[in-house]
Nanobody
């Protein structure tokens, strides 16, 4: 059984910062890619940032320069540092882990940015 658990969401004013964490545990091995997605009200789920096992990152254009993704391979954990938050960043944020023959989603954590 695999558990993927996000934490760190909350309410923040525009211009503020939050750090999301996602920890994977259970019967998993060799996680290749870890990523953060988000789904805003009335919108489709979209990729925010991803990181490979080797540390190669990619970002959505809307968050470049403001968000930073990182991971700890030993702890099967991925982080998302979010700075200069905007009201349009308001969404449920989901973690996804992908490895050989598997992919799992977390349950999501809510981020609300007030103007």
């Amino acid at each position: 059984q695999v558990h993927v658990v996000e934490s760190g969401g909350g309410l923040v004013q525009a211009g503020g910062s939050l750090r999301l964490s996602c920890a994977a545990s259970g019967s998993i091995f060799s996680i290749n890619n870890m990523a953060w997605y988000r789904q805003g009200p009335g919108k489709q789920r979209e990729l925010v940032a991803g990181i490979t096992r080797g540390g190669v990152t990619n970002y959505a254009d809307s968050v470049k320069g403001r968000f930073t993704i990182s991971r700890d391979n030993a702890e099967n954990t991925v982080y998302l540092q979010m700075n200069s938050l905007k009201p349009e960043d308001t969404a449920d944020y989901y973690c996804r882990i992908v490895g050989p023959g598997y992919g799992y989603w977390g349950q999501g954590t809510q981020v609300t940015v007030s103007s």
